[in-house]
C-alpha cells in the first residue's frame, strides 16, 4: 500500500495547477468546509525516500491565523489607555471563518507520512507555511513535514519542486512573527491614541466625508510613506526660482548648425557671465582642441524585479502599482509568468533561458524577434546585484495569446515578455562624436550620436535612442570664427509634486516596506484620505482633503493574504502618470510629529528602515526575534510617550491644516 503525503498551497489556484502537473491531469476533486478551497487526490512518484504515494493536494487562503490583543484590550479604544498596548497580552488564534480550513488540514493530516507544503517562497510564505504546520501537527503530531520550493507554475519546474523538497526556514516564521506582533503593538496604541484625541477637535477630524466616524491611523510603513509626499509637497511649495546665465555658441558648416554648448553649463552672477562672454567676443576666433569618434551604447535593462515592475506599470501601462501587482498576481496563477515578488535582477546561470525565449516564437509582435534570437542573436543578460536567492527576476514562463487575456493582462503580459526578451538580446549600437573648441578663454562642447544597430530596441518600445544632429568634420588645431555667440538667460526650475515611479523609487532606497508590500502602503494612505493624485502637471483640488480617486470605500475586497495581493485601488488606473498630493489631513499629521522634534522622527524612513535590517538579520542568524522585538518596542514607546507630553503641537497643526483650511 503506498503511504499518503498530505500537500498545501497558498491558495486554491495554485493547488489545483500543482494536482494538474502531478497527476498528468488525472485527479479527483472533493468539497471542503469553504466553498472556495477544494481537495485534488492523485498518485505520484516522490522518487526516494518516498516512492509513489497517494497525494491529497489542497490550500489554505492566505494568513490562516490572527495576531489579537485579549477581549479586555479590545472591546473599548480609552480603557485601558493606549500605551497599555505596548505590553499588553497577545494571542495568535485561527478565526472562525478559517476553522474550516484549519480542520480540513488536520483531519487530513491524520493517516499521513509527511506534510508538503506549497506555500509562496517568500517569508510571508514561510510564515503561512508555519501555520499550516501547526494545524497539521494538532492532527498528527508525529508527521514529517517538508516544503516545496519553486518560483513559477511550470510543469517540470512543479515536478522537480515535489521530487527536492527542503526544510522550512524557522528564522523566517520567526521573523515574520515579529514583525506582525510589532504593527499590531505599534499600530494600534498610536492609532487609538491620534483617534481618541484629535477627534474632539470637530470637523473632519471627528467625520469623515461619507458620515462614518473618523479613525486617524498610523502604520509603521505609512507614515513615511506619507512623509516623503508632503516633503515633497513642502519643496514644491517653498521653492523660490533663480536667475542663471550662460553662453551658447553656433557654427554652421555644411549646412548644418553645430551648437557647442558651455562647459561652464550655467552661472548665477550676471556680471562675471558679461566679463566671459565679452572676452569670448573678443577673441572672435575659436580653436578646435579635440575631436573624439568611438563607439558608444545603449545598455539593454536588467533582468525584471517587482520594484521596476510596479514603477513601469505607473509610466508605461496607464496602471497603479496596486493594479499591476493584482494583474501579474493572476498572470503567476494561471501559469504565464513566474512568481512576481522578486527583488533579484539577476538569473541564474543554469537557467535554460533559450528554451522560455523559443516560447514567444509563435507571437506575430515579437516572434520574429524571438526567432532571430534563436537562430543565433541570442546574448546572455545583464547580471544585476541583487539576489534574494528565492526567485528569478521576472519572466515569461509559458506563452499566451492576446485572446485569452483581458486587457490589463495583456499589457502586464506583453511588457514582461518585450522585457525578458530585450535583456535576452544585445545592447544597442552607435558611434559617438565630440568635439570641443576653445574660445576666448571658455571651453564649448558638442556631441553628436549616430545609432547604427537598434537590437533590443526593436523589441522594447518603452525605451528609445535616436541620432543626433549629425555632426559635421572638425579637425584638430583648426581655427574658425563661429557664425553666432550669445549670451542667454534661464531660471531655475523647482522640483515636481512626486508620482509613483518617485515614491516607489524612495521606498525602495529607504528600506520601506518590501518588493511586495511597496504597492499596498501607497494604497493605504489613499484610502487613508491622507493623499490624493491627479494626472501629472494637473492643477486644482489640492486644497481639499479628498480621497484618491476611484477608491472603494467599505469592506476590503478579498485579498489572497488578508490584505498582501487584494483589490487594486482605481486612482490612476485610466491614464498616464499620477502625481502625489498630501490632503490637509495628511499635511497636519505630518507637520505636527515634525514639530515635535523627536530624537528620530516617525515621518522620516530612519526608525522603520532599521527595524526592517533587523528583520533581514534575524532570517539570516545574527540576531534574536525576541531582542529585535523588545528594542522596537522601546524605541517606539520612547517616541509615544514624547507624543503624548508635545501634544498640543499635533493639535495647532491640524488646526492649522484641516479646520482653518490654511494649508494644501
Excluded at 515592475?309 to 505607473?314: D, E, G, I, V
Excluded at 528569478?392 to 485572446?403: Q, T
Excluded at 535583456?423 to 565630440?434: E, N, R, V, Y
Aim: proline share 6%; aromatic share 8%; hydrophobic share 35%.
Amino acid at each position: 500500500m503506498p503511504g499518503k503525503i498530505l500537500c498545501v498551497a497558498e491558495k486554491n489556484s495554485i493547488s489545483k495547477a500543482v494536482a494538474e502537473h502531478l497527476s498528468g491531469g488525472h485527479f479527483q476533486t472533493g468539497n471542503t468546509g469553504n466553498q472556495y478551497i477544494k481537495n485534488y487526490t492523485f498518485t505520484f512518484d516522490f522518487g526516494p525516500p518516498w516512492g509513489v504515494c497517494n497525494v491529497l493536494m489542497t490550500s489554505v487562503s492566505g494568513h490562516l491565523t490572527t495576531t489579537k490583543f485579549t477581549d479586555e484590550y479590545e472591546r473599548d479604544w480609552s480603557h485601558p489607555p493606549p500605551d497599555a498596548l505596548f505590553d499588553a497580552p497577545v494571542r495568535v488564534k485561527v478565526e472562525e471563518d478559517k476553522k474550516p480550513i484549519s480542520d480540513n488540514i488536520s483531519n487530513n493530516a491524520r493517516g499521513s507520512r509527511a506534510l508538503f507544503i506549497w506555500t509562496d517562497c517568500d517569508r510571508e510564505g514561510e510564515h503561512i507555511g508555519g501555520e499550516v504546520r501547526s494545524e497539521a501537527l494538532r492532527g498528527n503530531p508525529n508527521l514529517e513535514v517538508r516544503r516545496a520550493k519553486f518560483s513559477n507554475i511550470e510543469r517540470t519546474h512543479i515536478i522537480h519542486a515535489a521530487k527536492h523538497p527542503v526544510n522550512l526556514d524557522d528564522r523566517q516564521i520567526h521573523a515574520v512573527a515579529v514583525r506582525i506582533e510589532l504593527d499590531l503593538r505599534i499600530g494600534f496604541a498610536f492609532t487609538r491614541y491620534l483617534t481618541n484625541s484629535l477627534r474632539p477637535l470637530g470637523g473632519p477630524l471627528s467625520v469623515r466625508p461619507d458620515g462614518g466616524r473618523r479613525v486617524i491611523s498610523f502604520g509603521l510603513c505609512q507614515f513615511p510613506t506619507l512623509g516623503f509626499v508632503v516633503d515633497r509637497y513642502f519643496r514644491v511649495q517653498n521653492f523660490k526660482p533663480e536667475p542663471f546665465w550662460s553662453v551658447e555658441v553656433t557654427h554652421k558648416r555644411d549646412d548644418i548648425n553645430v551648437i557647442f554648448n558651455w562647459k561652464r553649463n550655467r552661472l548665477f552672477d550676471r556680471a562675471v557671465v558679461v566679463i566671459l562672454f565679452e572676452r569670448c567676443i573678443t577673441a572672435k576666433t575659436a580653436k578646435v582642441i579635440k575631436v573624439q569618434e568611438k563607439p558608444t551604447s545603449k545598455w539593454k535593462p536588467l533582468p525584471l524585479t517587482t520594484v521596476e515592475l510596479q514603477k513601469n506599470a505607473s509610466r508605461f501601462l496607464r496602471m497603479n502599482s496596486h493594479e499591476a501587482m493584482a494583474v501579474a498576481e493572476g498572470l503567476y496563477q494561471k501559469g504565464f509568468i513566474s512568481y512576481p515578488r522578486t527583488e533579484t535582477d539577476r538569473f541564474d546561470p543554469g537557467m535554460d533561458l533559450r528554451a522560455l525565449v523559443e516560447k514567444q516564437t509563435q507571437d506575430n509582435r515579437w516572434g520574429g524577434f524571438a526567432q532571430n534570437l534563436v537562430n543565433g542573436s541570442f546574448k546572455q543578460p545583464r547580471q544585476g546585484s541583487h539576489d534574494d536567492k528565492a526567485h528569478p527576476p521576472i519572466h515569461p514562463v509559458a506563452y499566451c495569446a492576446p485572446a485569452n487575456l483581458n486587457d490589463q493582462e495583456k499589457r502586464v503580459y506583453e511588457f514582461i515578455t518585450r522585457r525578458f526578451l530585450a535583456c535576452c538580446s544585445d545592447d544597442a549600437k552607435g558611434q559617438a562624436t565630440d568635439i570641443d573648441i576653445l574660445y576666448g578663454d571658455e571651453v564649448f562642447s558638442a556631441h553628436g550620436v549616430v545609432v547604427l544597430a537598434r537590437n533590443y530596441l526593436d523589441v522594447y518600445p518603452y525605451e528609445n535612442w535616436t541620432n543626433s544632429t549629425t555632426l559635421p568634420k572638425f579637425t584638430i588645431g583648426e581655427v574658425f570664427e563661429p557664425t553666432e555667440a550669445m549670451m542667454t538667460e534661464g531660471k531655475t526650475s523647482g522640483p515636481s509634486f512626486l508620482t509613483e515611479p518617485d515614491l516607489i523609487a524612495l521606498m525602495d532606497a529607504n528600506g520601506i516596506g518590501t518588493d511586495a508590500t511597496m504597492a499596498e502602503h501607497i494604497n493605504t494612505i489613499k484610502t487613508r484620505d491622507y493623499v490624493f493624485t491627479r494626472p501629472k502637471g494637473g492643477g486644482g483640488g489640492n486644497h481639499a482633503p479628498i480621497p484618491a480617486r476611484g477608491v472603494r470605500r467599505g469592506r476590503a475586497a478579498r485579498a489572497g493574504r488578508g490584505g498582501r495581493g487584494g483589490g487594486a485601488a482605481r486612482g490612476g488606473g485610466g491614464g498616464g502618470v499620477e502625481e502625489f498630493i498630501p490632503s490637509t489631513l495628511g499635511v497636519a499629521l505630518v507637520d505636527g510629529y515634525d514639530k515635535m522634534e523627536h530624537e528620530i522622527s516617525l515621518s522620516k524612513p530612519f526608525l522603520r528602515k532599521e527595524m526592517e535590517l533587523r528583520m533581514k538579520d534575524i532570517c539570516e542568524g545574527r540576531l534574536a526575534g525576541d531582542a529585535m522585538l523588545r528594542e522596537s518596542l522601546r524605541q517606539y514607546k520612547r517616541v509615544f510617550e514624547q507624543s503624548k507630553e508635545r501634544l498640543d503641537l499635533l493639535k495647532a497643526s491640524c488646526r492649522r491644516y484641516v479646520l482653518n483650511a490654511g494649508g494644501p
